[in-house]
């Protein structure tokens, strides 16, 4: 099955890499059949929620310097509709985990992602919030944020160049555009690396 | 120097020295160091550079690097040591010098040394619930022991404060008390917030608007570098390095460098030296752009962000042509560098510099001279040169409070003693540029003279640059090194000066080919707590602009 064309300005489906995930999601949703009514809606909801997602201003590290770039003039991704970055946690769409989750930190982070309203996104931003990076061997080092938060979309790099990054906004961008607005998906509950509902990840 | 071993010697008849190592070492029992920093303080070594926790297999060891801030070149090592190992004691020196406060809570945290007659003997980076002290050589670690916390602590946690005495029996004795009062109200700033510059957390205690008091708490970002370093090669150290202060990564990455390469006796060759030092200073510019745009960006001011990032953008282009990097340069190999510059490196950096020169004018209509930013910066935030002494503030921040302490004129080291450049204190500073916006605005240790100060370094790097960019000698860019780097069995000490100051690195080597014990002395670390004297009765709004103006990188603290 071919994914529909998912619109993103300039690129075309094929630019992109892991098409594979996104065709198994709209198999999942077209299991349960679709209303051609709520349909056209999300289509326009989804237009508007993919092109206004806000990040959440959270940096623990190097990555942070990086998300700063892309935020300032060169890369500007305020021509994704990015460009407010929020302070609070309750009025931001997207959380990017840009630097090192040490154990200290993990407990916070949770609690910001818990203060997050729904429908709520992921990115973990370079190797360390993937799994640890270069700190995997360390003794209070989180190796990898999917062991407390769900994550939708992982950029690596260490740092990651700019570029990299407005790719993951893309990916992301490109899922929610999918998303049955009606029915998200439960975000699962993830505690010490354990799932405990079934998730959609 | 002979001088400096009688005197110790007349102070504690046991000391031993140590021969043969860079700076003048001596070895004294626990129970007389007090005796003897109290006389080095009086001597005049009032800066305290760094202190090391040492876990030596059959008994705990700290060392303290002390300089002075009159006798620039003067540097002291003090070694002390206990053999208990189940409850190892050393008497405090926080009493003499002011930033030993955290640095001894820093020792405490890794090897469980007590420091007897502190005040504040909590955990620094660590949570008060964590099982055993990492850098203890059995340390393990353990899942099951330490899992991931799921709650964050409650404030108690973060406020009982316990301190040590040794009592008539020669026990010793703890006591606890609370840091705040019940009535007080603490706002807590961080661990997330956008202008901490890191996830710094600031437990503030505020009498309506005005700051009484801060307890930073550290620790969000502790990693554990230099443990892990214990299991690396040299080689492999390097990329930690810039991982700590990932603004000048290149600088402290130059540092341990330094240190392998004087250790190991490799020559670097002169053109590498060159490259090193151009770097270097592209670097500092890069990190006083950021410093000054977020300080900007957190007075409000956007347009300043989005121009200092702009022209940083500059200088990522110049990186990435000759290093292939962005932000970690991943460049500097022990030896030398890793590969040649680009061709079009020696251009690239010709046009950087009048354009520079351009910008700055451009940043000081923009900011400098606009008179909403000049009254606020005026009356915040002062330093004395005593304090910034006493806690160790270096680089920048120290220098706008008048006290020279650039390690470049020090201990000359790359290409620093072949150029021409001036150390910009305030005084320097005032005559450079800093007059154009009047002596009522710009006064000694204040917020707008760190401010002034680093826009000035910046015209001063780019001097610097200009000097060496055309000179580049012909030659090798890296020296031959062995495939296994061994370093001979010894201590190590080398210090750079980065973007916020004075960056060290010790290694203490037994031969192998992992270092026995690795530490980074951060220069970030006094920064942040130079803001609890900085923000005493001031405004809180302020200490955003405060925390700006000593622009810390919190990694670097938490290593």
């Known amino acids: ?89 309750r009025q931001a769409d997207v959380i990017f985990v840009s630097g090192t989750i040490t154990y200290k930190m993990a407990p916070v982070l949770k609690r910001l992602y818990d203060q997050m309203a729904e429908p709520k996104y992921v990115i973990a931003v370079g190797g360390c919030s993937i799994s640890g990076g270069p700190f995997k061997e360390s003794y209070h ?39 049955n607005f009606f029915k998200l998906p439960k975000r699962p509950n993830i505690s010490n690396g354990k799932t405990e509902e079934g998730g959609t990840k | 120097m002979e001088k400096i071993q009688e005197y110790i010697h007349k102070l504690a008849p046991k000391a031993q020295f140590e021969e043969g190592g860079k700076y003048t070492t001596a070895i004294v029992e626990a129970n007389d160091l007090r005796k003897v920093a109290a006389g080095l303080k009086e001597k005049g070594f009032d800066y305290l550079m760094c202190l090391t926790g040492m876990d030596n297999q059959d008994s705990f060891g700290v060392i303290y690097h002390i300089s002075s801030s009159k006798e620039k070149k003067e540097v002291i090592v003090l070694k002390t040591n206990t053999t208990n190992r189940e409850e190892p004691t050393i008497p405090t020196v926080s009493d003499i010098w002011e930033i030993a406060n955290y640095y001894e809570r820093e020792a405490y945290d890794f090897y469980g040394i007590i420091f007897v007659g502190h005040p504040d003997m909590r955990r620094l980076f660590l949570r008060e619930d964590w099982v055993g002290y990492p850098f203890r050589k059995d340390f393990v670690a353990d899942e099951s022991i330490n899992p991931i916390p799921t709650k964050v602590p409650e404030p108690d946690d973060y406020e009982t404060v316990p301190s040590y005495t040794i009592n008539k029996d020669g026990k010793l004795e703890r006591k606890v008390k609370s840091l705040f009062e019940n009535k007080d109200c603490i706002v807590n700033i961080g661990p997330q917030h956008p202008s901490t510059h890191g996830v710094l957390h600031l437990r503030t205690k505020l009498e309506g608007e005005i700051i009484k008091k801060i307890d930073p708490q550290f620790g969000y970002i502790h990693r554990g570098i230099e443990k892990m370093c214990e299991s690396m090669t040299y080689p492999q150290m390097l990329y930690l390095t810039e991982r700590l202060d990932y603004l000048c990564g290149t600088m402290n990455r130059h540092a341990l460098c330094m240190c392998v390469e004087k250790a190991a006796g490799i020559e670097v060759p002169a053109r590498a030296q060159y490259i090193r030092t151009i770097f270097d200073e592209l670097t500092r510019i890069a990190s006083h752009l950021i410093g000054w745009a977020c300080m900007c960006n957190d007075m409000g001011s956007i347009t300043a962000f989005i121009y200092g990032m702009r022209d940083r953008e500059k200088i990522m282009d110049i990186y990435e042509e000759t290093a292939g990097g962005r932000l970690m340069v991943n460049y500097y190999v022990v030896g030398g560098v890793a590969q040649d510059i680009h061709p079009n490196f020696v251009n690239r950096v010709k046009e950087f510099i009048p354009y520079m020169r351009k910008m700055l004018k451009e940043y000081h209509i923009l900011f400098t001279g606009n008179p909403i930013a000049a ?104 020296a031959k090194v062995p495939a296994i780097i061994k370093l001979p069995a010894g201590e190590y000490y080398q210090r750079v000066e980065n973007a ?53 990188v919190i990694p670097c603290i938490d290593r």
């Open chain 1, 1 to 89: 099955m071919e994914v529909k064309d998912i619109k993103i300005k300039s690129m075309k489906t094929e630019d992109f890499k892991d098409n594979e995930y996104l065709e198994k999601y709209i198999e999942e949703l077209q299991k349960e059949g679709l209303n051609i009514v709520t349909e056209k809606l999300d289509d326009l909801i989804n237009w508007g929620r993919s092109n206004s997602v806000w990040p959440f201003t959270f940096a623990t590290s190097c990555c942070g310097i990086e998300f700063m770039c892309v935020a300032a003039a060169r890369h500007d991704f305020a021509r994704f509709g990015w460009e407010v970055t929020r302070n609070s946690p």
């Open chain 2, 375 to 478: 009254g606020r910066m005026k009356d915040s935030g002062f330093l004395t040169k005593e304090q910034a002494v006493a806690l160790g503030v270096t680089g920048p921040s120290g220098r706008a409070s008048g006290w020279s302490c650039d390690v470049r004129k020090i201990e000359p080291y790359a290409a620093y003693d072949k150029v021409k450049f001036d150390e910009i204190t305030y005084n320097e500073m005032m005559s450079k540029g800093g007059n154009d916006y009047g002596r009522d605005n710009v006064l000694l240790g204040g917020t707008f003279a760190r401010y002034m100060v680093r826009l000035v370094e910046i015209e001063e790097s780019l001097r610097i640059i200009e000097q060496l960019i055309d000179n580049i000698p012909e030659g090798d860019f890296r």
């Open chain 1, 141 to 179: 080092v989180v190796n990898g944020v999917d062991k407390i938060i769900p994550v939708d979309v992982y950029v690596p790099g260490c740092p990651p160049r700019p570029e990299a990054m407005l790719y993951g906004m893309m990916q992301l961008q490109r899922k929610i555009k999918l998303e």
């Open chain 2, 500 to 552: 916020r100051g004075d960056f060290s690195v010790y290694i203490k080597s037994t031969g192998d080919k992992n270092p026995y014990r690795v530490k980074f002395r951060s220069p970030c670390l006094s920064l942040v707590t130079a803001l609890d004297p900085m923000c005493r009765d001031q405004k809180i709004a302020d200490l955003i602009m405060i925390s700006g103006s000593l622009d810390y």
